[in-house]
């Protein structure tokens, strides 16, 4: 398991630094791991000038996973655009072709109260939300602006997929529903987009492959009402990029702090980049106070989708559950009953955990 360690900005250092201290747990046991170091968004700016240098390009190159931390910081705000942190994040997904986009939105039963829902409607929740990540209206040409003929200024974008885009995201879905519950939601607008309807069609004749799965579509706005109204209809969903982008953020919330979501970004071999879907709290980096539970359960991801070692996976779940289970607490999920800690301390329960 060749992993590249990109920490980032503000508190990455902080949160990866725990994760990396669950790999060196696994390594202490004999699982083959190698560990190579880089920087990514504006510590790669400080370090290189450029958000996403050749020194990370390479190494990324040469890993078969990455763990991320976050990027972004208040230091790196007037920068030109393309020397910007987030550059170095949308530099790195499309060298590497990560099209794949695996958002689980899932509630530990200990935080329920954290969720802004009932817990009647939230308890149990466990759905995953892929999102197609290099294609549609973000990435689309024509673009741009102009003056229309009538002399007033215009901005246009281009909501565009091909049929081959559709169907390799849609079989990321359908493999994870065979995972997973064997239930696959397709969300479009095909009510509107011509883009959509071709999406529903391929989506469609796809599911000829995957007999077991249970296949349905939903207009986006009927599905951002869904999401509140009874999120636990859903196992699967699989969207495109822009409706992803909008709806893993609002299914995030239903599982109360952004502090303990993970994500995966993937290609067409499972390789990976794995980071929790917070961004670098600038306000709280350097004081412990971080909650490092996202980027851990990040690594669990990696487990199970890259390596393919679930055995891993489910013990890094377990410790995660078994340490909330004993009321320990960053302060993002805190709670009056609960134990308060710092990051390092949350990072020292997991690994006594595991
Ligand atoms: P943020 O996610 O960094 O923070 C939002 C709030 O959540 C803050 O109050 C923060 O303290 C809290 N928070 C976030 N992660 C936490 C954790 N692990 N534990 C405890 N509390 C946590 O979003 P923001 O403030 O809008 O953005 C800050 C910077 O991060 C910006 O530069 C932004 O561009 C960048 N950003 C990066 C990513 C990424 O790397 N993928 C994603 C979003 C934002």
């Known amino acids: ?38 920087h990514l968004g504006g ?3 400080d370090a290189h000038g450029h958000p996403y240098p050749e020194a990370t390009q390479q190494l990324a190159r040469d890993a078969d ?36 986009n695996l958002r689980p939105a899932m509630l530990f039963p200990e935080l329920v109260a954290s969720s802004s829902l009932k817990p009647e409607i939230v308890s149990g929740l466990d759905i995953m939300i892929i999102r197609e990540l290099t294609g549609d209206i973000y990435f689309g040409q024509p673009r741009g602006r102009r003056t229309n003929a009538a002399g007033e200024d215009e901005g246009f974008d281009t909501m565009h997929y091909a049929r081959s885009e ?25 009510n509107v987009l011509d883009t959509s309807i071709l999406w529903r069609e391929v989506v469609t004749e796809m599911g000829k492959h995957y007999p077991e799965v249970q296949l349905s579509h939903m207009y986006v706005d009927n599905a951002a009402m869904q999401l509140i109204r009874a999120p636990k209809q859903f196992d699967v969903i699989v969207t495109g990029n822009i409706f992803g982008d909008i709806l893993s953020d609002e299914a995030s919330m239903l599982a109360g702090s952004i502090g303990m979501l993970p994500s995966a970004s993937l290609d067409a071999n ?85």
Do not use: W
């Open 1 to 38: 398991m060749k992993i590249l360690i990109l920490p980032g900005d503000g508190i990455g250092s902080e949160i990866v630094g725990q994760a990396v201290r669950v790999l060196e747990k696994f390594k202490s046991e004999g699982v083959p791991i190698t560990l190579s170091h880089g």
């Open 43 to 45: 510590a790669a700016y």
């Open 65 to 100: 996973a990455i763990l991320l931390g976050c990027v972004g910081g208040p230091n790196y705000d007037t920068l030109p655009r393309a020397l910007r942190p987030e550059q170095g994040l949308l530099g790195i997904r499309k060298d590497l072709k990560l099209f794949a």
């Open 166 to 190: 559709i169907e390799r995201i849609a079989r990321v879905g359908f493999e994870a529903a065979m995972k997973r519950g064997k239930k696959l939601c397709s969300v479009d607008k095909a």
């Open 270 to 354: 499972n390789k990976g980049m794995y980071e929790p879907i917070h961004g670098s709290a600038p306000d709280i980096a350097g004081m412990d106070k971080a909650n490092p539970l996202a980027t851990i359960l990040s690594l669990s991801m990696m487990m199970r989708y890259t390596f393919g070692r679930d055995d891993l996976a489910a013990r890094i779940d377990a410790a995660v559950r078994s340490v909330l289970a004993s009321g320990k607490r960053t302060g993002d999920i805190a709670d009056i009953n609960c134990q308060l800690v710092g990051t390092k301390a949350m990072g020292d329960a997991v690994v006594s955990a595991i």
